[in-house]
């Protein structure tokens, strides 16, 4: 296993290096010039030569790689060319909202796509189980924004319960009023992920009902539900932990739409108005941050899944 | 050749989710068709006297929105950029997975697994952030959007495709043909791309289902194709603020990328059940000459 790991992770570090490349030469080499934009329409050669100085865009490649990923070690993600925010002061701020976001919305998703997954294929031949397939068919083809803005309609347009968009100024220290103003994101992110997790519960539990093993167990006097659940579940989860860490991608993408249709302070909507403002710096900064985040996170569900899946843990 | 492609057409429409896809494929790209040289109205066109009607009242079917501006127009029109937009991805993904699924296969080992790395890496950039990093160096347009899209399924395209790819190379006439004499290019022409075209279509129609999704939320945020033309994400992210009085027009632009959505998922599902079933079928007319 210990072996296992250092393999993984020296993957990681090698799939993180070639992501920040990636970043860094396709924001650095494809612009036209970062320093006519922000000198202006008007800006003459020596002006432009000026911020192109200021800014170190005259040094070689190589040496602006190495300091820009040097300060990204050391913490500093960027900052503003505009107005000098920088990445790293505004994240601990920005991550109090998509943290949780994020987080809820995964929790909610497993809770339930899983039980409706297994229902789905332990039912398949009902009404019941095909109803259930069918609606995570239709989920999958239902945008995050539009749930989202359906949402709206019902419980804050409709019946008012909840905020249509905002988060409390304070954040966090109004928990309550944070709290609710989340739960609409949180029921978007989780439907749209969670249908496409209820899809994959449902083939692995179908792949499960038929094994020999599960049919032994029901010899050994199991019923049909409690031998699912002794074994059926477990195996079934090795793939559905997989999918898991393929989804996390679109988890970040989910992420960052939600939060501009919930108009919530977070990474997502960070990202969006420097993208707006092309603020360069930061978007270089956030985009690695967001990607790493999904390498990082795929690393760790690669790790569980080693550590659930019977058949490799023995091989161990 | 000509044979099989319209027994895979038979058996698509004979499948439940593969007729249900066509029929709803045919009504966007009849949308889109229709709105090329007919709309009820300018789709652009804003008439401050007409604005918020509800629909079926003074002539406009579905209604009106703030500027006087006919729905139903807005969407026929808009089912053209969504169109345009899976089509171009769906071309470009293609060509970016077929690339990096034969590059990885065909080259050396060590080059191989290094385009596996570098594949797997640009995995773990969602379509979305890829768009905005295009989308910050030179601002919203089609084609930074069809470019995202593109790159970010071929990827996925890639592992599929990879997997496939190697597969047929393994296989024992694959083997023969090489023993033949023929080389790599003329095996790849010959015997690798017409096996794994079944499941590279299959994969294309996901592809386009996933850009239709990807087109409304980059429109909504505004990274899409830039106004005037019409897509349903800018619609949605108009109507966003007047939700309150007018939540129907917010239900059109989103079923209609519900439908497209379903609808390319559908086909893609038929497909396969199609292209299985001329593959059992080929297999039932070799045995008796066996």
Redesign the interface.
């Known amino acids: 296993m210990t072996l296992y790991v250092l393999r993984r992770a020296g993957?990681l570090v090698?799939?993180l290096f070639?992501?920040s490349v990636?970043?860094f030469l396709?924001?650095r080499l494809?612009?036209g010039d970062v320093a006519q934009t922000i000198g202006g329409i008007k800006a003459t050669p020596t002006q432009v030569a000026a911020v192109r100085h200021d800014l170190g865009l005259d040094r070689p490649l190589t040496a602006q790689y190495g300091s820009w990923i040097g300060g990204v070690v050391t913490g500093d993600f960027g900052r503003s060319v505009l107005d000098g925010t920088s990445v790293s002061g505004q994240l601990a701020e920005k991550f109090a909202v998509t943290g949780p976001l994020a987080v809820g919305a995964v929790l909610l998703a497993l809770g339930f796509a899983v039980p409706l997954g297994v229902l789905a294929a332990v039912r398949r031949d009902s009404r019941l189980g095909g109803a259930v397939n069918a609606l995570g068919?239709?989920g999958?083809?239902?945008?995050?924004?539009?749930v989202g803005?359906?949402l709206?309609?019902v419980f804050a347009?409709q019946v008012r319960w909840l905020p249509?968009q905002g988060f409390p100024v304070d954040g966090w220290d109004e928990p309550g009023r944070a709290l609710r103003s989340l739960v609409l994101p949180w029921l978007t992110l989780a439907l749209s992920e969670g249908a496409v997790l209820l899809r994959f519960v449902r083939s692995a539990v179908l792949d499960v009902l038929h094994q020999d093993w599960l049919r032994t167990a029901r010899a050994k006097g199991h019923t049909r539900t409690s031998a699912l659940l002794r074994h059926g579940l477990r195996n079934a989860a090795v793939p559905v932990v997989s999918v898991l860490g393929?989804q996390i991608?679109?988890l970040?993408?989910g992420a960052?739409?939600v939060e501009?249709?919930f108009v919530l302070p977070g990474v997502g909507q960070m990202?969006?108005t420097?993208?707006?403002n092309?603020?360069?710096d930061k978007?270089q900064g956030e985009?690695l941050l967001?990607?790493g985040a999904?390498?990082v996170i795929?690393f760790v569900v690669d790790l569980v899944h080693r550590l659930i899946d019977p058949k490799l843990r023995s091989a161990v | 050749m000509s044979v099989p492609s319209s027994r895979v057409l038979r058996a698509l429409l004979k499948s439940r989710s593969g007729f249900a896809g066509s029929v709803l494929v045919g009504v966007l790209v009849l949308s889109a068709l229709v709105s090329l040289v007919w709309t009820p109205y300018d789709p652009t066109l804003a008439r401050p006297q007409d604005s918020w009607l509800l629909p079926l009242s003074g002539g406009h079917v579905l209604g009106t929105d703030r500027l006087g501006r006919d729905e139903l127009s807005q969407l026929l029109t808009g089912a053209r950029s969504t169109l345009r937009t899976a089509l171009l991805a769906a071309a470009i993904a293609a060509v970016v997975g077929l690339a990096l699924a034969l590059a990885a296969v065909l080259v050396p080992r060590w080059i191989g697994a290094a385009v596996v790395?570098?594949t797997?890496?640009?995995?773990?950039?969602?379509?979305?952030?890829i768009a905005?990093?295009?989308?910050?160096?030179?601002?919203g347009s089609t084609w930074t959007a069809v470019t995202a899209i593109g790159v970010g399924a071929g990827v996925n395209v890639a592992r599929v495709a990879r997997a496939e790819a190697g597969r047929v190379l393994g296989t024992d006439y694959v083997l023969a043909a090489h023993a033949a004499g023929s080389g790599t290019w003329r095996t790849v022409r010959r015997h690798v791309l017409p096996n794994i075209a079944p499941t590279l279509i299959v994969q294309l129609s996901l592809v386009l289902?996933v850009a239709v999704?990807a087109e409304?939320?980059l429109s909504?945020?505004?990274?899409g194709t830039p106004p005037p033309a019409v897509s349903w994400?800018r619609m949605?992210h108009e109507q966003?603020s007047y939700?309150?009085a007018r939540?129907l027009l917010?239900?059109w632009p989103?079923l209609a990328?519900?439908c497209s959505?379903?609808g390319f998922?559908l086909l893609g599902d038929g497909l396969r059940e199609a292209a299985d079933a001329r593959l059992r079928v080929r297999e039932l007319q070799e045995v008796p000459g066996a």
């Open positions: 993957l090698v799939s070639a992501a990636l970043i396709v924001l494809l612009p068919q239709l999958i083809a239902l945008p995050t924004l539009w803005l359906l709206v309609v347009v249509a393929l991608a679109a970040v993408a960052v739409v501009q249709v990202l969006i420097d993208v707006g092309r603020d360069l978007v985009i967001l990607t999904v390498l795929g | 790395q570098f797997d890496v640009l995995i773990a950039f969602p379509v979305l952030l905005m990093i295009l989308t910050a160096v030179y601002g289902s999704l409304a939320a909504y945020l505004g990274f994400g949605l966003q939700i309150t939540p917010v239900i989103g990328v519900v959505v379903l998922n």
